[in-house]
């Protein structure tokens, strides 16, 4: 059974750029979460996803938004990039809503996005 | 709010050692609490998970976590080190209600 698919694996943008990034969770999966991994902050919460409804949000500026399909996959686009936001993003797939929290995620590879 | 901390950004241990890495956490509701393994440039694993049950939990590769609520741990511990062992471990809290919070991570080392 596939894993969960992110795409593309790296990135370059330039600042004030916008940038798409992608999410395939594993299949049967209805929950999407997002997370950006940079070595000062550590892993940090963006937002979850689930029957494309957003469902829980972290503490990042209005800048960062996703969405999720009818067919679970799901993306997150950042738009006037800063050069802050360069990062790995990963996203993290359940089966349901609040199965995560009780039995952990499966996580992709992640996205390393470098904004120059 | 829930949080977790993990004494020591990097350890370092010989290959054959017994690796030790400390967590701790907070949570206001009993905690479901995880480890994962990160490898270079990858995402990260499930190593083990604790919810309910039995507080000595057994995961994957080897390694081992016991939750103690006195002590509001849960280490994880593998008796001999491998060489592959070498990666970033991140432990991380939820509950019944709460969000997914991961702590800072610490990097092993594995000496040969």
Same mark, same amino acid.
């Given at each position: 059974?596939?894993?969960?698919?992110?795409?593309?694996?790296?990135?370059?943008?330039?600042?004030?750029?916008?940038?798409?990034?992608?999410?395939?969770?594993?299949?049967?999966?209805?929950?999407?979460?997002?997370?950006?991994?940079?070595?000062?902050?550590?892993?940090?919460?963006? %937002?979850?996803?689930?029957?494309?409804?957003?469902?829980?949000?972290?503490? %990042?500026?209005?800048?960062?938004?996703?969405?999720? %399909?009818?067919?679970?996959?799901?993306?997150?686009?950042?738009?006037?990039?800063?050069?802050?936001?360069?990062?790995?993003?990963?996203?993290?797939?359940?089966?349901?809503?609040?199965?995560?929290?009780?039995?952990?995620?499966? %996580?992709?590879?992640?996205?390393?996005?470098?904004?120059? | 709010?829930?949080?977790?901390?993990?004494?020591?950004?990097?350890?370092?241990?010989?290959?054959?050692?017994?690796? /030790?890495?400390?967590?701790?956490?907070?949570?206001?509701?009993?905690?479901?609490?995880?480890?994962?393994?990160?490898?270079?440039?990858?995402?990260?694993?499930?190593?083990?998970?604790?919810?309910?049950?039995?507080?000595?939990?057994?995961?994957?590769?080897?390694?081992?976590?016991?939750?103690?609520?006195?002590?509001?741990?849960?280490? /994880?511990?593998?008796?001999?080190?491998?060489?592959?062992?070498?990666?970033?471990?991140?432990?991380?809290?939820?509950?019944?209600?709460?969000?997914?919070?991961?702590?800072?991570?610490?990097? /092993?080392?594995?000496?040969?």
């Amino acid at each position: 059974k596939a894993g969960v698919t992110q795409t593309p694996r790296y990135l370059i943008k330039t600042r004030g750029q916008q940038v798409t990034l992608s999410c395939s969770p594993i299949s049967g999966h209805r929950s999407v979460s997002w997370y950006q991994q940079t070595p000062g902050q550590g892993l940090q919460f963006l %937002f979850e996803y689930f029957s494309e409804t957003q469902r829980n949000k972290g503490n %990042f500026p209005g800048r960062f938004s996703g969405r999720q %399909f009818s067919n679970s996959r799901s993306e997150m686009n950042v738009s006037t990039l800063e050069l802050g936001d360069s990062a790995l993003y990963l996203c993290a797939s359940s089966l349901e809503a609040g199965t995560g929290e009780l039995y952990g995620y499966t %996580f992709g590879s992640g996205t390393r996005l470098t904004v120059v | 709010a829930q949080s977790v901390t993990q004494l020591g950004s990097h350890v370092s241990v010989s290959e054959g050692a017994l690796v /030790l890495l400390r967590c701790n956490y907070s949570s206001s509701v009993p905690p479901y609490l995880f480890w994962y393994v990160q490898y270079p440039n990858q995402g990260l694993q499930l190593l083990l998970k604790y919810t309910t049950g039995a507080t000595l939990v057994k995961g994957i590769n080897g390694f081992e976590a016991e939750f103690k609520k006195s002590e509001t741990s849960f280490h /994880l511990t593998k008796p001999s080190a491998h060489m592959s062992d070498a990666a970033e471990y991140f432990c991380a809290v939820s509950g019944e209600g709460q969000n997914f919070v991961f702590g800072p991570g610490t990097r /092993l080392s594995v000496l040969p």
